[in-house]
Every structure is written in C-alpha cells, then in structure tokens.
C-alpha cells in the first residue's frame, strides 16, 4: 500500500501564489509517477499537472504557464507551485502515485481557496 500526505494548502488572494507538497511512502517503485488533481465544488475532478513516463510532464490547458510541478525522486515527493492564481482555481487539490500496473492511490487532499 502506498500512502500519500498533501499539504501547503490555504486561503490565498487572487493573483498570489501557493506551493502545494505531497510525500508518498510506503511500496513505491521506482517508476510510478506522481501528480495532481483537483475538485471544485460540483465539479468533476480533474487533471492539473502530473509527470508520465519518460519524465515528461503534462498540464492541463487551464492552468499552463501558471503552475509548475516538481519532483525529488529520493523523498518520494511532489510539488506544485502555483502562481497567479485565479478564484477558478479554487477547489480541493489532491495528489496521485501511478504504478506501472496502471493503478492509483490518491491522497485526502487540501483545500486551496482563492478570493477574488
């Protein structure tokens, strides 16, 4: 099992910046990737950034240019700087790992707010 803990979460003015960390332990191989998502109130969740195979990095269209997500492989850890944020941005943000088997854990997640 693996077990993810988010935080850096909070109440932020429009425009500001946040930077989000989670720390994944437990049975991790070397080539899960990790990532982020997110849920506003009655909305879906959705993809905001994630690493895939090779390294490589995908975002979604929304939030390009604005956030940043990176990794240090030897503390099993992700970030997620994020800067000009937008009240749309608000929603409850949780992290992912991915094993090479496709399967996903998701963290309990931690509330960005932003305030226009």
């Known amino acids: 099992q693996v077990q993810l803990v988010e935080s850096g979460g909070g109440l932020v003015q429009s425009g500001g910046s946040l930077r989000l960390s989670c720390a994944a332990s437990?049975?991790?191989?070397?080539?899960?990737?990790m990532g982020w998502y997110r849920q506003a109130p009655g909305n879906a969740r959705e993809l905001v950034a994630t690493f895939i195979s090779g390294g490589l990095t995908n975002y979604a269209d929304s939030v390009k240019g604005r956030f940043t997500i990176s990794r240090d492989s030897a503390k099993n850890t992700v970030f997620l700087q994020m800067n000009s944020l937008k009240p749309e941005d608000t929603g409850v943000y949780y992290c992912?790992?991915?094993?090479?088997?496709?399967?996903?854990?998701w963290g309990p997640g931690t509330q960005v707010t932003v305030s226009s």
């Open positions: 992912t790992i991915t094993n090479q088997w496709g399967q996903t854990s």
């Open positions: 437990g049975r991790i191989f070397s080539s899960s990737t």
